[in-house]
């Protein structure tokens, strides 16, 4: 099984990547999919700009994916990230996980997405809807508690 | 003689040091190419090295805690010995997904 790690500006389509990852075989019972979507709760935001660390990424994202590979017997395992001005509604960023069953496929996108978010390096900036560049959106400590569980 | 002592490294090396988000914005650059002491052990080291170049480098390592560093493109530690890493980044938490 080899992870498909993609690093794009583009959006994705989340029915082509299932169709991709299950073309030709009968053997996956599960695929858990994980979306992240730029979101704006105060009504406040343009977009969110993602800058990130090209060749990193795609290796960062490689090495969870091969620790998520080695804990659970799965057959497919897919990771695209997006970079550059992402607009609220927009795809940010898509994990999934196929397996026989459910389980594995589950906890490995939740795996996928807890290491994804504390080790993946990429950076959000917030653009706000009067014109003005805002701050860097500061980590959450709830990110690395949630990253952390998986060492317990 | 204690034959086991270390050899203290001597000279410079280049490296390319790149940075990201606020921390690219507080150095002034993306990245540069450094002559750095070959006697710098680890990411501290450098850390330290790189606060007495300039107030650009301290305002961007002023809580050196939060600041992340990275060898060669893995995460690494303060503590973590510099080796022969050729690119070394520095840039804030991550906050992607």
Known sequence: ?152 | MNAAAPIPATGTRPVRLVYFAWVRERVGMADETLDVPADLATVADLVRWLKARGENYQAAFANEAVVRAALDQVHAKPDSPLGNAREIAFFPPMTGG
């Open chain 1, 1 to 152: 099984m080899t992870p498909l790690i993609r690093i794009q500006r583009e959006d994705f389509s989340l029915q082509d990547e299932i169709d991709a990852l299950a073309a030709g075989r009968a053997d996956i019972g599960a695929v858990v999919s994980f979306i992240g979507l730029c979101r704006d709760e105060a009504g406040t935001l343009a977009a969110l700009e993602l800058e990130h660390y090209p060749g990193m990424a795609e290796a960062e994202i490689g090495r969870v994916a091969a620790e998520a590979a080695a804990r659970w017997p799965l057959i497919g395992l897919v990771a695209i990230h997006r970079y550059g001005l992402i607009r609220p509604g927009e795809q940010i960023v898509l994990v999934l996980a196929a397996s026989v069953h459910r389980r594995a496929a589950f906890e490995a996108a939740d795996f996928m997405m807890d290491y994804l978010k504390t080790r993946a390096p990429f950076w959000k900036r917030e653009h706000r809807a009067d014109g003005t560049l805002g701050g860097w959106v500061e980590a959450k400590a709830d990110d690395d508690d949630a990253a952390e569980r998986w060492n317990r």
